[in-house]
């Protein structure tokens, strides 16, 4: 029906990091947001943050195919939420972000995040987990890259 995998503040707290973090203007953001992880050496965790872009690509993974379905919207946006964490995948950083961007006539985009192109400022808080595991593993049925714990 489930898993998990237990985070225990008692006994985390003092391998836990939180960073604040700003990237730069007009760098790419899950290209940054990678960088910091393996520079921090950040295998597990969650993201979350504000911000502004001037494109942004989503995919929709579509169930009965299993493919993703790119759309770029090449506009000026705010990023009114960016939700994500941080696992790994073999042994590489795997991010899974998911962004809602609000349009100049304040309608909203969003979806699971490809890329997004930083345009004013992108202002993040990133919890680490540093003694917990979070794996991931291809799964067949779903076409998605699940947790593995
Ligand atoms: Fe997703």
Do not use: W
């Not at 203007?25 to 921090?40: D, G, I, Q, W």
């Not at 943050?49 to 493919?67: C, M």
């Not at 000026?76 to 961007?101: F, P, W």
């Amino acid at each position: 029906m489930y898993k998990y995998t237990k985070v225990d503040q008692k006994e985390l707290l003092p391998f836990n990091s939180r960073y604040i973090v700003s990237l730069d203007n007009h760098v790419e953001l899950v290209e940054a947001l990678a960088a910091f992880c393996r520079k921090k050496g950040i295998k597990a965790g969650q993201i979350s943050g504000i911000g502004a872009v001037s494109e942004a690509t989503f995919r929709f993974l579509d169930p009965a195919t299993k493919q993703y379905v790119d759309k770029t919207f090449a506009e000026q946006m705010e990023i009114t939420s960016i939700a994500g964490n941080i696992s790994e995948k073999d042994g590489q950083v795997y991010l899974h972000i998911h962004l809602t961007c609000s349009r100049r006539d304040y309608s909203c985009v969003g979806g699971h995040l490809l890329s997004a192109r930083i345009n004013g400022a992108c202002e993040l808080l990133i919890d680490a987990f540093h003694t917990t595991f979070v794996g991931r593993y291809a799964d067949e049925e779903t076409g998605l890259n699940l947790y593995k714990f």
